[in-house]
């Protein structure tokens, strides 16, 4: 199964945070699911760090390649569908990184690893 990682599921999940339920831990072990980790990530780390917002062992270039190759994450790039899907997406989530992480899991109709119930109230597949 694909599943796409949303930026508190990646940086849980790479870090074994006691935060993680039991089926994201299942998720992320089972070796026959290849797990997707989007630019939208990227970009949201990025700026976090850059604010002062999130404190990583090493800087995002760094931090976020080094867990995609140690635990074999697959990226998804930001294509233009994408972006045309923000458009028709109601506003129960103002948050511009998890709108276009919802917009990507609309396009490419692959479940949203996340504890964010918010993201529920879309069209997706919300697994946490």
Same mark, same amino acid.
């Given at each position: 199964m694909k599943v796409l990682l949303d930026t508190c599921a990646f940086l849980w999940l790479v870090t074994d945070d006691p935060k993680l339920s039991l089926l994201a831990k299942e998720i992320f072990l089972d070796s026959g699911n290849e797990l997707l980790l989007s630019a939208v990530v990227g970009f949201e780390i990025t700026v976090k760090y850059s604010l002062g917002k999130l404190h990583l062992t090493?800087?995002?270039?760094? %931090?976020?390649?080094?867990?995609?190759q140690a635990n074999a994450l697959t990226?998804?790039?930001?294509?233009?569908? =994408?972006? %045309?899907? /923000? $458009?028709? #997406?109601? /506003? =129960?989530?103002?948050?511009? %990184?998890?709108?276009? #992480? +919802?917009? $990507?899991? +609309?396009?490419? $109709?692959?479940? /949203? /690893?996340?504890p964010d119930e918010q993201l529920s109230a879309y069209d997706i597949t919300r697994l946490w």
């Open positions: 090493e800087p995002p270039k760094e %931090f976020i390649s080094n867990r995609i990226e998804l790039p930001i294509s233009m569908n =994408h972006t %045309f899907a /923000l $458009q028709n #997406l109601p /506003l =129960h989530h103002k948050d511009p %990184f998890d709108r276009l #992480l +919802i917009a $990507q899991s +609309i396009v490419t $109709q692959i479940p /949203l /690893l996340s």
